[in-house]
């Protein structure tokens, strides 16, 4: 089945930071969400990606859907400690299910 | 709040007991799902719901049933469980099976003893 390589699977930044993430895929993908899961709680819708090449902003955050279609990128600009949390990828191709990453633990120091 | 929630939150329970988590959608929503989240794992989809009908079953041991009443509503029924099902358990909705934008609710923290 079709799987997700997200990476750094955490990282620790301080606030004001920039931080960038990327989840690649082993097979080509239609659709890129990115979630964030804060503790205790369900994931979060962020944005999602439908297109080759799309560049989309929800706030600070800004994802790319890759032009090979196999991997996609996840901006969070001038972090506060509210960015805290887990961030997941997900994707899907063909006629798959939705996968998702691992996760991505951020922890920003204030 | 995404408009899915899921009750109770936290549920502690022997493995000869029988207890149901509930799921909620106020999103208008056609399809909905369970999910298994443990740690350090991608989440792992256990059902799929169509208008109501099970549309998928990933393998998922029978000491799980679901039970979707009506498109707003799905219920998962535990069983005889083992500890190593202890985990988050979250129910997710969309507005069709092909829409890929899946709510999700908070979870239920699992733990079986």
């Known amino acids: 089945g079709q799987q997700l390589n997200q990476s750094p699977q955490s990282m620790f930044i301080q606030e004001g930071e920039d931080v960038s993430m990327n989840c690649t895929s082993s097979?080509?993908?239609?659709?890129w969400l990115w979630y964030k899961q804060d503790p205790g709680e369900g994931p979060v819708l962020l944005i999602a990606?439908?297109?080759?090449?799309e560049l989309t902003s929800n706030g600070r955050l800004t994802a790319q859907f890759g032009i090979t279609r196999k991997d996609s990128f996840l901006n969070i600009s001038a972090s506060i400690p509210s960015d805290v949390g887990i961030y997941f990828c997900?994707?899907?191709?063909?006629?798959?299910?939705?996968?998702f990453g691992k996760g991505m633990k951020l922890t920003v120091n204030p | 709040e995404t408009g899915v929630t899921q009750t109770p939150r936290h549920l502690v329970m022997g493995m000869t007991n029988k207890k149901s988590l509930k799921c909620e959608q106020h999103l208008g929503h056609n399809a909905m799902y369970w999910y298994k989240q443990s740690a350090k794992k991608p989440l792992e989809l256990m059902f799929v719901?169509?208008?109501?009908?099970?549309?998928e079953n990933n393998s998922v041991p029978s000491r799980f049933s679901p039970e979707c009443p009506n498109s707003s509503h799905l219920f998962l029924h535990l069983h005889t469980l083992q500890p190593e099902d202890s985990a988050l358990y979250l129910c997710?909705?969309?507005?069709?099976?092909?829409?890929?934008?899946?709510?999700f609710g908070p979870g239920t923290r699992l733990t079986v003893t």
């Open positions: 097979s080509i993908f239609n659709t």
């Open positions: 997900a994707g899907q191709g063909g006629s798959e299910k939705l996968v």
């Open positions: 719901y169509n208008f109501k009908e099970q549309t």
């Open positions: 990606l439908y297109k080759a090449g």
């Open positions: 997710a909705s969309s507005q069709a099976p092909d829409s890929y934008e899946q709510y």
